[in-house]
């Protein structure tokens, strides 16, 4: 059996983690990016991946996973998990600094296009999967959260846009849902979100999204049947 390949950005902790391990546990080779090195590096470690530290914003990052992708035999699935919130506590839209703005913006949709954009030809070769990570802060008005929301609802038309331009492949926004990661610790500072799911416990449902590679469109864990 051929064995698949992963991009997976963000993957030192959260959801990127999870998946990573889980898709290791299903015998996928892996290439993980993060910007944090030595948890990047204990991921790496338990997976036996590629590992290349580094901010996916940043074009010359980007350039390093360009060319570690082009020496991969094959490519499968490309996971856009890398997220940035923004500025904690997070302000009303009337006090959004504009450059922080423009950082979540680059982070959360000019980064994963460009991901994209350079993992295609491997994608297409394989008739791979593309996932970008998405919110319901993409299609519920949250206050506070409308820097973060509005990059998400952004991402969400880039991919529909996508799988549009490239009916060849699967292509799909994953809305995970609230999770107990430090991400949405940030979003909540000084509260206890230990009510929320592990990112563990939801990644069952993204693998079986890609397993019956459903039409391109927007999927939200909570709706998807797993297996048990």
Request: proline letters at 8%; aromatic letters at 4%; a negative charge.
């Amino acid at each position: 059996m051929t064995t698949r390949t992963a991009l997976i950005t963000g993957a030192s902790a959260g959801f990127g983690r999870a998946v990573a391990l889980a898709l290791s546990d299903r015998g996928w080779d892996l290439i993980l990016t993060a910007r944090t090195l030595e948890p990047l590096v204990r991921v790496r470690d338990a997976t036996g991946a590629i590992a290349v530290a580094g901010d996916v914003a940043d074009p010359a990052h980007r350039r390093s996973l360009a060319t570690v992708v082009g020496d991969t035999a094959r490519l499968d699935l490309v996971l856009n998990n890398a997220s940035a919130l923004g500025p904690s506590p997070m302000p009303p839209l009337a006090d959004y600094p504009a450059a922080e703005l423009a950082s979540v913006l680059n982070t959360n949709v000019v980064a994963p296009l460009a991901i994209l954009q350079l993992a295609l030809p491997k994608l297409r070769a394989s008739e791979g999967i593309a996932v970008n990570i998405s919110s319901d802060a993409a299609v519920h008005a949250y206050e506070g959260w409308g820097g973060y929301g509005a990059s998400k609802a952004a991402l969400d038309h880039l991919t529909a846009i996508f799988a549009a331009e490239h009916p060849d492949l699967r292509v799909y926004s994953f809305d995970p849902g609230d999770m107990r990661t430090a991400m949405h610790q940030a979003a909540f500072p000084g509260e206890d979100i230990s009510d929320r799911p592990e990112p563990e416990t939801i990644a069952p449902a993204l693998l079986h999204l890609l397993d019956t590679r459903p039409p391109s469109g927007r999927y939200i864990a909570s709706d998807l049947a797993v297996p048990r």
